[in-house]
Every structure is written in C-alpha cells, then in structure tokens.
C-alpha cells in the first residue's frame, strides 16, 4: 500500500513524451483552426480569445509537464489527471455559462429590434394611410363605414 | 384622455376583425393598434383591412415581446391610458371598458380582468353574470399554485395571474416598455408592478369560451410551465429595483 503511494509519487507527471507530442500537435492544429476561422469570418475576434488562451494552456501543458504536477500541488490534489480534468471542466462550465449569458443579451436585442421594426411598419402604414386620406375620416369618428360585423 | 387598446395577435385570422369590431363597438372613443407577432396567415391583412393600425413583427417573438411593443408604442405616442385583450375572441371589449374606466379614474395604475375574482360588489351599471368559465383540471392546478405563490410574494392577493386583459396608466407603460420578461411576461409583470409601489387592481369580469383551437397545455408542459413560473416568481423577488417609474 505504502508502495503505491511512493510509486504515485516517484511518477507524479504521468505524461509520456509521446502523449506530450500528440497534445501538442493538436493544441497546435486548435489555434491554427481557431485563426482559420477568424480569416474566414467565421467567427469574431472578441470571442476567439478565451479559445486561443485555451490553445497557448494545451501547448504548455504539453511542452513544461512539470506545470501540470505544481497545478495539481496548488489545488491539494494527488493524481495529476483528476487536476487536469476538473480545471477542464470547470473551464467549459464557465464558458458555456458566458455563451448563455451572451445570448440572452443578444435574444433580448434581437426582441427590441423586431418591436423597433414593427413600431416601425405601423408609422409606415399611417402615413401612407395619412397621406391617402383615410386616416382623417377616423380621427373624426365621421365617415367611418360601418364595419361592425359583430353580433 | 387619449387611450389605446391594442391586440397582440398570432395566427388569427379568423377572429381578428371581429374582436376589433367589438373593441370600436364598446370603446368608441380608442385608437387600436394591432400587433402581429409574426403570423404565418394574413393577420395583418385582416386588421389592415378592418382600418386600424398594425404593427407587424419580422419574426414571432412570443406573447410577450408583443405585449411590450403595445406598451412602447402607447408610451411614445403620448397615450394617457391603454388596454390589451386576447385577439381570439375570448375577451368581450365591454369589460376591457370597465378595466379602462378605474385606470381613467385614477383608482389604479394598473387593473387585471380576473376571471376567477368573487364578484363581491357589481360595479355600477353593470348587471353582475355568473362565471361562465370553466378551465380544464390542468389549467386549475397551475392557476392555483400561481395565485397562491404569487400572493404570498406580493402580499396582495391574485386571482387571476396569467389573465391577459388589462388597462394601465402611463406609469405601467414606461415601467413595461423597459422591462417585460418575454417567457413569463404574465406573472413577471404583475410581480413588478407591485414591486415599484404601483397600484395594481384587479376588475372581476366575464370571459367567453374559446371559440376556435385548443389550449396549448398538456399535462407534462403544464407542469413544466409550473415550475418555470415558480422559478421566475422566486427570481423576482430578488431582482433590483428599477427607478421610480415617472410620477
């Protein structure tokens, strides 16, 4: 027992050097990807940041593994893994808290401006109506045909 | 006194200018202002067709979203007072009258039509009728958990929490056109309205059965209806302040 904590300890950076290539090989496509789509306009620069901060922390991760194992240090944690999975988790819940709430500030501009154009179409129509004198007709409550089709 | 009744309207073709006729019957001396939340059929033609004013949104953004723009036109077009009804019929415009008449005489900032409320005292010139309402089962136990959470939150009491027929002041129109929840715009506002100190009263009316199409609620989105509604009521009551709405 004692064993294997001494051997988790002895190999506390888990990372071999071929997993270390692999994540830096794909840290690396990911900013390219993310740089791709900004050239595109696929998507804009203020919300390409978090994800290019997010690609440069793989490419650390990758090249200094020693940072891993002082993170999980600094959290109070043994395994290396569990560390890294909960700051990665704990990232997404984060961002994809921050989407909801950029959303909901866009769904509500959204709502103003079709209430905007709406407000719009119906000065639209009494000018036009205005302008066709048969708004006047109304506004006197004179001339109003009788239109009443209730019971 | 300048006042507007307008009606929020999706997919209505077939009851449109019938409600607006008995709105000009009963309320002679409003403006209308019809608001087309982006229906499919020709809504808007109809009400255009029947001489008022539309307001026709690009895209359906809900009962809500409709319900303000009312309240934002009424507001910039310098109303005194506005009402809104149901375009399906459901609402007779003579007890929109009776909703316009407190809010003209000042006895509230803004007056629900309940459905449910005891007609303890008939109003004069109006003879007193029974309740010809009768909602389904489902319908009861959410009117009910909502009335009952949305009094012990207010303090005030509630009947009717989602009834859509209402008449409010200048007041309720700068407080509404900036701020209107458009998922629970009918319980949300009530809470508000109580919340900034205003005057909020509600008429016992009469309500007719719906004529065409059914309620959208079937057990499990009531229930799902329910417990949004009592998030958002638990939500509101921690919500700032806004400004004293203009006085």
């Known amino acids: ?34 740089l791709d789509l900004i050239r595109r306009d696929r998507l804009q620069e203020r919300y390409s940041v978090i994800w290019f901060v997010a690609g440069l922390a793989m490419l650390a991760g990758a090249a200094f593994p020693g940072l891993l194992g002082s993170v999980a240090d600094l959290m109070g944690v043994r395994d290396t893994n569990v560390a890294l999975f909960s700051i990665v988790l704990l990232l997404l819940l984060g961002l994809a808290l921050n989407f909801s709430v950029i959303m909901s500030r866009q769904a509500a501009q959204i709502t103003r401006l079709a209430q905007e154009r709406a407000i719009e179409r119906a000065k639209e129509q009494a000018a036009r109506e205005a302008l066709e004198g048969r708004l006047n007709g109304k506004r006197e409550g004179e001339d109003e045909p009788a239109r009443d089709r209730s019971s | 006194m300048r006042t507007l009744v307008f009606i929020p309207a999706w997919n209505e073709e077939a009851s449109i200018d019938g409600v607006i006729a ?35 949104m690009p895209f359906n953004q809900g009962l809500g979203a409709a319900l303000q723009t009312g309240y934002l036109w009424a507001l910039r077009e310098g109303y005194d007072c506005c009402a809104h009804l149901d375009a399906d019929g459901q609402h007779p415009a003579s007890e929109v009258a009776r909703l316009l008449a407190e809010v003209q005489a000042d006895r509230a900032d803004l007056v629900i039509g309940s459905r449910y409320a005891k007609q303890t005292e008939p109003l004069p010139g109006v003879v007193p009728e029974g309740e010809d309402y ?114």
């Open chain 1, 1 to 34: 027992m004692s064993l294997a904590v001494f051997a988790a300890q002895a190999d506390r950076v888990s990372l071999t050097s071929q997993t270390r290539v692999i994540a830096a090989a794909l840290a690396i496509l990911f900013m390219l990807l993310i």
């Open chain 2, 22 to 56: 008995d709105v000009r019957a009963h309320i002679p001396g409003a403006d209308i202002l019809v608001i087309d939340d982006g229906s499919a059929d020709s809504t808007t033609e109809r009400a255009r067709e029947a001489g008022v004013l539309v307001a026709t």
């Open chain 2, 134 to 247: 009768r909602a389904t089962w489902t319908r009861r136990i959410g009117i009910n958990v909502f009335r009952f959470f949305l009094t012990l939150a207010t303090r005030q009491r509630f009947t009717d929490t989602t009834s859509g027929m209402r008449a409010a002041n200048r007041r309720v129109m700068s407080l509404f056109s900036e701020n209107y929840s458009p998922d629970f715009a009918e319980i949300e506002s009530l809470q508000m309205a109580v919340r900034e100190g205003l005057r909020v009263e509600e008429v016992p009316v009469r309500m007719l059965e719906r004529t065409g199409g059914s309620s959208f609620l079937t057990p499990l989105r009531s229930a799902f209806f329910i417990f949004k509604g009592l998030v958002v009521i638990l939500v509101g009551q921690f919500k700032p302040r806004h400004a004293e709405a203009e006085r």
